[in-house]
């Protein structure tokens, strides 16, 4: 059974940092590509982030740029999300994903996390 689980949300102070985690089973992470997407309350689903298979490419939405950084350990079948400087309007669920390609839109994306929540308190 295909399964991805989120960890490391938590609540945080404007300018802090999070490291969220996406452990994936086998056959959810081998040859996909990953990504982040998050929803705000009274929100609809947002793109954050994705990371390839190999983890030499990835893409980020120009609202995290600079901020969020991407990363996997294929050997662990685990993706990261180092958050930093942290903005209330960064609160929301954290959602992965992975599919062979992941469009912005969610196109793409054949399994999905639960979420883990992250509240940035101004």
């Known amino acids: 059974q295909v399964q991805l689980v989120e960890s490391g949300g938590g609540l945080v102070q404007a300018g802090g940092s999070l490291r969220l985690s996406c452990a994936a089973s086998?056959?959810?992470?081998?040859?996909?590509?990953m990504g982040w997407f998050r929803q705000a309350p009274g929100k609809e689903r947002e793109f954050v982030t994705r990371?390839?298979?190999?983890?030499?490419?990835?893409y980020y939405a120009d609202s995290v740029k600079g901020r969020f950084t991407i990363s996997r350990d294929n050997a662990k079948n685990t993706v990261y999300l180092l958050m930093t400087s942290l903005k209330p309007e960064d609160t929301a669920v954290y959602h992965c994903?992975?599919?062979?390609?992941?469009?912005?839109?969610?196109?793409?994306?054949?399994?999905w996390g639960k979420g883990t929540l992250v509240t940035v308190s101004s």
């Open positions: 994903a992975a599919g062979q390609f992941i469009a912005t839109n969610g196109n793409g994306v054949n399994y």
């Open positions: 086998e056959r959810a992470f081998s040859s996909d590509a």
């Open positions: 990371i390839s298979w190999s983890g030499r490419s990835s």
